[in-house]
């Protein structure tokens, strides 16, 4: 499970998130909905360990997500890749990383479709397939919790379709932010909706139950 | 051991492609190296060591500290350049979330800059005993061990810094200014010991500073290891 309580996140004068509560049950999708600066990346950037609250706490299958890093995957806005190795050679080095067999990463190149870029220096992609390697770093260590934000911007029509099966594994655990509310109820058994840092179920799906987070 | 390994093997391939640390390093290590030993004295280093001649003893006294005060300076520009491929598409937060020691991390970092800054060594310090006009025979063997321990000293603290000051509006100023005052006794020790064998052609009694230069190192090495992670948080 993922667990937010009461979390708050402020950057300088500027809060980002208040009073956050959301709990993520184990093999679900959360589907995270919302304008611009409303705190999506930063929501899943305390979930996944990279930034701490202001106050509050995230818990990963009972512990703090930096007790959890083999476990979790996180795709955000910027890929995690360096543009002067070739694809091969980026999930290599997180392979060592995260001590995964090397002889996955062929497979991976192939279910985001990149065989055919292998070689290539990440300099030379796509925006398109610099996000599809993304993912494939993010899925490479097969993450009980995947924490995707805007997975779905840069990919093409086909890309799009194909990210629902590339992400789903029975009892994997995910949320992930988008605009596009279409591809969010596609994915996710449930919506929720951040406005202004706060937290809010989106109307017409499962709201919050009596006393608990959203 | 696999992670640092990783970790410096990365940035060494990355380097072999993209060239965007070791060549800066190794320009600014020689424009300086150049311009300063022109400052001295014709022929101030040339006299044969131990016996100097009249008159080159102060040239010898500064020919350290011009050496190693280039080879710094080429160092955190290494050391920024070095920083900001890790920066470079958020990649430093790839790292953060892998499960890895960060001492690992660090230690895979500091590796790859040694490598930098010690191919601007291999070509900046037998430009200076060209253009110094220094027998090589007397100075390079010598200068052998205070070159390995003063680069892992510099390394040390340029790794740390260099990330440290990587989400800093003004990086490029805070990294000079943070690393100089720390990596003065160094610099000085360094300094201390190249002049000593310039001009005695051994080091007898300043020999000391390797004791300082060693603590330095040990010192560093492990605040760097202890507090990386903190470091390359946003």
């Known amino acids: ?214 | 051991m696999r992670t640092v390994l990783a970790l410096a093997t990365k940035d060494l391939r990355a380097e072999a492609r993209g060239k965007q640390v070791a060549p800066v390093m190794v320009v600014f290590a020689m424009c300086l190296v150049f311009l300063l030993t022109f400052a001295l004295p014709p022929g101030a280093l040339r006299a044969p060591v131990p016996e100097p001649r009249a008159g080159t003893l102060a040239a010898r006294e500064i020919a350290g500290l011009l050496l190693w005060t280039s080879i710094f300076f080429a160092g955190v520009i290494g050391f920024g350049r070095s920083a900001t491929v890790d920066r470079e598409g958020s990649a430093a937060d790839g790292l953060l979330l892998a499960p890895v020691d960060p001492a690992a991390l660090y230690t895979g970092k500091m590796i790859g800059n040694l490598a930098f800054l010690t191919v601007a060594e291999l070509l900046a310090i037998p430009l200076f005993v060209l253009f110094a006009n220094i027998p090589p025979r007397s100075l390079l063997p010598g200068l052998i061990p205070v070159v390995l321990v003063a680069s892992l000293g510099l390394a040390a603290v340029g790794t740390l810094f260099g990330a440290a000051t990587q989400h800093a509006e003004a990086r490029s100023l805070m990294l000079p200014l943070l690393t100089f005052p720390l990596a003065l006794p160094v610099i000085l020790g360094a300094s201390r010991l190249t002049s000593t064998l310039l001009i005695k052609g051994e080091f007898g009694s300043e020999g000391r500073w390797f004791i300082l230069l060693t603590v330095f190192d040990v010192i560093f090495l492990t605040l760097g290891a202890v507090t990386f992670e903190f470091v390359i948080e946003e």
């Open chain 1, 1 to 214: 499970m993922i667990l937010l309580q009461d979390v708050s996140r402020r950057f300088g004068t500027v809060w980002a998130l208040r009073n956050v509560c959301l709990a993520v049950e184990e093999g679900t999708t959360v589907g995270l909905l919302g304008p611009n600066g409303s705190g999506k990346s930063t929501l899943l950037r305390v979930a996944a360990g990279l930034l701490r609250p202001t106050s509050g706490t995230v818990a990963i299958a009972g512990s703090a997500p930096r007790e959890r890093k083999s476990r979790i995957g996180y795709l955000g806005h910027e890929p995690f890749l360096y543009r002067y190795l070739s694809a091969a050679e980026n999930l290599r080095f997180y392979a060592d990383l995260y001590r995964v067999d090397r002889t996955l990463i062929a497979g991976m190149l192939d279910r985001v479709e990149l065989t055919h870029k292998g070689t290539a220096l990440v300099r030379t992609f796509s925006r398109g397939e610099t996000q599809r390697l993304g993912l494939a770093r993010a899925l490479l260590h097969d993450p009980d919790f995947l924490l995707l934000d805007e997975p779905f911007s840069g990919l093409d029509e086909a890309g799009s379709n194909r990210l629902p099966e590339l992400i789903a594994r029975p009892g994997r655990t995910v949320v992930l932010s988008t605009h596009d509310r279409s591809r969010a109820e596609e994915v996710a058994h449930r919506i929720v909706h951040l406005t202004g840092g706060r937290l809010e179920p989106a109307a017409g799906h499962p709201g919050p139950s009596e006393g608990r987070p959203v």
